[in-house]
């Protein structure tokens, strides 16, 4: 299966290479099993698997994308020419451009992709024991929201320039979330729990989670608008931030939407703040080697004691504000 993959890449490369053009391919497969429960029945119990191959072309200081997921040579060579037509049209941008190097990364499968030594059977039962431990609670209703994942995703990148870059990473998942009624009171809550192996899960800790959060919702009231010290679980204060992710791109500050366009070595915030871009740090599930074009990670300071240090960057915003790449460049196959 790689020797194929590889020679298909090859194939799109020669082809961009003999169009006069530079570019690099990006490949998503994916496979994954999900399951979910109802009524103390198995209700789904689904297995997919993807591919997709996706090009980016750059001839005379213009870019264009195309997919496709079908990989005989017709669809390979017609989604180059697609991709050579789209940038025929695009604007005219002289910092696209496929980064120097002929690096090869690969990621160990050790770490990011271990073997699960859980069988579907014993997925399948724990789905059920979701379920059936969380209706069998007082005032659960129902458990609208279930179920158990394994997603294995392979990701390769291969440049004109020689580059190569392949990661594969498995993610193990477990959920649920209970409606609570008492009286005239409705609670919805959940929790869920990520890791490598579906062995690290602990199903009982999100039975006994999900039923607490829906206990505290039941009882909730609305209080007073006034300033208020508040404190977040890990879930919780990660999803806050994210909502402030756009302020650190680079792209929005390039297309003069970001109100932190202006702002790098200002202070933005409190002292006591400080974030790092860790990419390389693998105790989390969002470890990168390399980013989207390829190219090796590193640690990034954003944001030093309240002072906004750097944006992030792909090869054309670093190329457009001359500053360093920090390496942090994102795209699917499809865009």
């Known amino acids: 299966m790689t020797a194929t993959l590889e020679a298909n890449a090859q194939r ?15 490949v998503q497969e994916e496979s994954s099993l999900s399951l979910k429960a109802h009524a103390g029945e198995l209700e789904e119990h689904k297995v997919t698997s993807t591919r997709v191959y996706g090009v980016r072309v750059v001839k005379d200081d213009r870019a264009g994308i195309a997919y496709s997921e079908a990989s005989d040579p017709t669809a390979l060579d017609s989604m180059v020419e697609q991709a050579l037509v789209n940038a025929s049209f695009a604007r005219l941008d002289p910092t696209e451009n496929v980064a120097d190097g002929a690096t090869a990364l690969a990621t160990d499968d050790a770490t990011l992709c271990p073997a699960d030594p859980t069988s579907v059977e014993a997925k399948i039962d724990a789905a059920l024991h979701l379920e059936r431990e969380l209706t069998a609670r007082d005032k659960v209703r129902n458990v609208p929201y279930n179920g158990v994942q394994d997603l294995t995703a392979e990701r390769h990148v291969f440049a004109t320039t020689g580059r190569t870059a392949h990661s594969r990473n498995r993610v193990c998942s477990a959920f649920a979330y209970a409606l609570l009624s008492d009286g005239d009171k409705d609670a919805l809550e959940g929790a869920r729990r990520h890791a490598r192996r579906f062995t690290e899960i602990d199903t009982d800790w999100i039975v006994d989670e999900t039923y607490q959060r829906c206990l505290a919702m039941l009882d909730g009231e609305a209080i007073p608008s006034k300033h208020y010290d508040v404190l977040f679980d890990v879930e919780n204060q990660a999803d806050l931030f994210t909502v402030f992710l756009d302020m650190f791109s680079a792209k929005t500050a ?8 202006d702002k790098v070595g200002e202070r933005i915030a409190v002292d006591a703040l400080t974030i790092r871009d860790v990419p390389l740090n693998a105790d989390g599930l969002g470890y990168a080697l390399f980013d989207d074009e390829g190219l090796a990670t590193s640690t990034t300071t954003l944001v030093d004691a309240g002072v906004l240090r750097t944006l992030v960057h792909n090869s054309a915003t670093a190329s457009h504000f001359d500053v360093p790449n920090t390496r942090n460049a994102a795209r ?3 865009s």
């Not at 799109?12 to 990006?26: E, S």
């Not at 390039?254 to 366009?261: E, T």
């Open 12 to 26: 799109v490369l020669d082809k961009v290479l003999a169009a006069g053009a530079v570019g690099d391919l990006v």
């Open 254 to 261: 390039r297309d003069g939407i970001n109100p932190l366009r």
């Open 332 to 334: 699917s196959p499809r």
